[in-house]
């Protein structure tokens, strides 16, 4: 045989071509269970702490918009009996068209997470001389820490915690 490359022996390897090993182990290629199974659990360790505090966030988000809502339930309280001499005895007579007597979903009936609940003591058998309302969480609302939020006709305002006004 003539050979076409210089150094060639006859059944010696081609010097450009890789001679595989035969050590009898296969190499596995990918993951593991175990370590796809260590990679899964890290991964829903982090996603917990980071749902955690966003959803706080939304919680704290919603009550202020609940708290807001409860203020303007106070000034409208508080013009109506500037103008009339007592309070409203209907979230329809201050002006919630939505509201079905004292009550109203907020911010609105698909996705409620209060509802605000308006008490006159003395309503219909004489005007009213006070009121009280009340925003109870509802939905995804319910597992604030906070509770309910209560105001009344002169301005205290309170919840379960401290601070959450």
Known sequence: ?????????????????????????????????????????????LAQQAVSPFEHALHRARRACAGAAMLELALRQEQH?????????????????????????????????YRLRMQVPGAGSAPAAGYEAVAVPVGPQRGDACGSLRIDHLGH????VPNCW
């Open 157 to 160: 305002r309170e919840a379960r």
């Open 81 to 113: 009996h500037a103008r009339r001499g007592h309070y409203a005895g209907s979230l329809v007579a201050l002006g919630w068209p939505r509201a079905q007597g004292n009550e109203l979903a907020w911010p609105d009936e698909r996705r409620a997470w």
């Open 1 to 45: 045989m003539s050979p076409s490359c210089p150094g060639l022996r006859p059944g010696a390897a081609h010097p450009h071509r890789r001679r595989l090993r035969r050590s009898g182990r296969r190499h596995a290629r990918g993951w593991s269970l175990p370590e796809l199974m260590l990679v899964l659990l890290v991964a829903a360790m």
